[in-house]
């Protein structure tokens, strides 16, 4: 069964640090990419970080320098870490999971990709950035 579970979020203060983390399991072979996404009230999905297998990472202007992306092989887990936070930080923070596509099963990944491009996700983390 596949099935992406996050968890980590929470409320803290700006200039404070959180870690979110994504379990993922039942992908295998078919597995391409992690990607954390978030979606403040009134706005749109917006893409944050993506690992792909072989190791490349990106990240979003928003928060490059800030948040560093990682990943556990041994536990299957995606970690988000997230430090100096800011208010606009504040969101419900998702975490995804795109797979090989096509004939001959390939990851294609340059650069963050639009949620359109991920295949399950998971349920979502709030994370509020507040005095």
């Known amino acids: 069964q596949l099935q992406v579970v996050e968890s980590g979020g929470g409320l803290v203060q700006p200039g404070g640090s959180l870690r979110l983390s994504c379990a993922a399991s039942g992908f295998n072979s078919d597995y391409c990419a992690t990607g954390w996404f978030r979606q403040a009230p009134g706005k749109e999905r917006e893409a944050v970080s993506s690992?792909?297998?072989?190791?490349?990472?990106y990240y979003s202007d928003s928060v490059k320098g800030r948040f560093t992306i990682s990943r556990d092989n041994t536990k299957n887990t995606v970690y988000l870490q997230m430090n100096s936070l800011k208010p606009e930080d504040t969101a419900v923070y998702y975490c995804?999971?795109?797979?090989?596509?096509?004939?001959?099963?390939?990851?294609?990944?340059?650069?963050?990709?639009?949620?359109?491009?991920?295949?399950?996700w998971g349920q979502g983390t709030q994370v509020t950035v507040s005095s």
């Open positions: 690992t792909v297998v072989g190791g490349n990472k």
């Open positions: 995804a999971v795109k797979l090989k596509k096509g004939t001959f099963r390939a990851c294609i990944v340059r650069g963050l990709q639009s949620p359109q491009d991920y295949d399950y």
